[in-house]
């Protein structure tokens, strides 16, 4: 009775750190996963500790509180799935490569599979009711913990296996998958959460030989709840210190607001300047075809220029940003048309390719039109000048959700730690002379308030792979994006 009273005493472990969780950490899922799962491995060691109440409790009532407290292992499946699913789903992107883990976190960790192995689990725990699945109760003697009872499993024990491996088979793959997010804080919480997990259940599984004594499960109890409190203070800790760093470079960015104000009105009476000889210089009529279209350029430079300006302006006095719908393929045309001096000037190829017209969303032409110009002289900015292959590609896809753009170039690449904060604001990679480091955050800004987004796919010394979503529910036309061009 005493070893079942310490059992009980140690399940009650995760049960108080599930009441802390709750009282400090409780503005996410997340936490609410976390609570669920200490409350389960509670459950879980009280099917243990009961177990010992050989000589309190009736043989019948044993068998009935065991039966009924296995519902702590049996719903760890659908637990582990369910904050996997979670935080994978909240990634941007979870690995660089399309490949057979892909595909199998696509399948195992999307809404309907965390239904379906809910159900299979409940089917699993219904079976622990019956004598298919636990038939009764034998007395056990080992030395140190004394006499005990130990359950006489039935015919169907080979599912309650299944079951197990199953958990093992998806931490395992939880665990592997965590290596490939790259938000580390994510990473480090799921890698974490997942190898105490493992441990938890493999140390569980032991339970099922008599010799043990029923107590490697409280060993893993007392290791998962120690470590688990950890990964999971220390996430919550770092997202802290995070926002607490970007709301220091928010404080940078609105300083840099009011300079911005005056750079305006100074930018707008310098391009009147500008718009007033080159109309000087078009009246004339000693000029060149070659030097009307550079002079056609200029007109159009200063004229976008002018609507940036009126843009930046309208923002600063208020947040909406005028919304219309566009052809987005005929805006990133434009952008390399604008952009197509930089490009002949570093012998960079850019290639555009899009099967779908038109490519119609709801958006502001100007500042998305300045998304792809910001994109394009990174990306030039970036190719070395030796490089033999100069080239920067767009390409155009349609999924259920949203419109992406691929941008690709051959440049040399961002480091992997570096793939969320560049674009962060004030963060230069070393690779430009000058600069403030403002070019991506204006990018992911602009997007994020089209309801989109941008993220690094992939990047290595050989080039860096940009993806651009923008989502289709924002768009105001009818357009059956589904039909390409023929």
């Not at 210190?241 to 009011?258: A, N």
């Amino acid at each position: 009775m005493i070893i079942g009273i310490l059992i009980c005493a140690i399940g009650l472990l995760p049960l108080f750190l599930a009441w802390s969780i709750s009282k400090v950490y409780n503005e996410t899922k997340l936490s609410v996963g976390m609570i669920i799962s200490m409350i389960l491995i509670t459950i879980w060691q009280l099917d243990i500790g009961v177990l010992y109440f050989k000589d309190v409790l009736s043989e019948e009532m044993v068998l009935f509180l065991f039966k009924l407290f296995r519902a702590g292992p049996t719903f760890t499946l659908p637990m582990v799935l369910y904050m996997a699913y979670w935080i994978i789903n909240n990634q941007p992107s979870v690995t660089r490569k399309k490949n057979w883990l892909t595909r199998m976190s696509c399948a195992l960790f999307t809404k309907k599979a965390l239904i379906g192995f809910t159900i299979w689990s409940m089917v699993v725990y219904f079976i622990s009711w019956t004598n298919l699945g636990v038939s009764g109760l034998v007395v056990a003697n080992e030395e140190f913990t004394g006499n005990y009872y130990f359950p006489e499993y039935g015919p169907f024990l080979w599912i309650y296996f299944m079951h197990m491996a199953a958990i093992i088979f998806f931490l395992l793959v939880v665990y592997v998958l965590s290596l490939r997010i790259r938000n580390s804080h994510f990473k480090n919480f799921l890698m974490g959460f997942s190898f105490n997990a493992l441990l938890l259940i493999v140390l569980g599984v032991l339970n099922f030989i008599p010799l043990t004594g029923l107590l490697t499960s409280s060993i893993g109890v007392i290791i998962f709840s120690v470590g688990s409190l950890q990964v999971f203070v220390k996430f919550n800790v770092d997202l802290k210190i995070h926002s607490y760093e970007l709301m220091e470079k928010q404080k940078k960015l609105d300083y840099t607001g009011q300079l911005t104000g005056s750079l305006i009105h100074e930018v707008k009476n310098t391009n009147s300047i500008i718009k007033s000889f080159s109309s000087m210089l078009d009246k004339s009529g000693d000029l060149t075809e070659r030097n009307k279209r550079t002079l056609e350029m200029i007109g159009k430079s200063s004229e976008h220029l002018d609507q940036l300006t009126d843009n930046y302006s309208a923002y600063m006095k208020s947040a909406a940003l005028t919304l219309k719908t566009e052809d987005l393929a005929e805006i990133i045309r434009e952008s390399i048309d604008f952009s197509a001096g930089i490009l002949q000037e570093n012998k960079v190829e850019l290639e555009f390719a899009n099967i779908y017209s038109p490519l119609n969303v709801y958006l502001n032409r100007t500042n998305l039109k300045q998304v792809f110009i910001n994109l394009i002289k990174n990306s030039v900015e970036a190719i070395p000048e030796n490089r033999p292959e100069k080239k920067i590609t767009i390409s155009t896809e349609i999924d259920e959700k949203n419109i992406i753009i691929h941008f690709i170039d051959t440049g040399k690449g961002i480091p992997q730690e570096n793939w969320v904060s560049v674009f962060d604001p004030f963060i230069s990679l070393g690779n430009k002379k000058r600069g403030m480091g403002l070019g991506l955050p204006f990018v992911k800004k602009i997007l994020i308030e089209h309801l989109g987004d941008i993220n690094v796919i992939e990047s290595s010394p050989n080039g860096t792979h940009f993806k651009l979503e923008i989502p289709r529910e924002g768009m105001l036309n009818g357009c059956n994006y589904q039909n390409p061009i023929e």
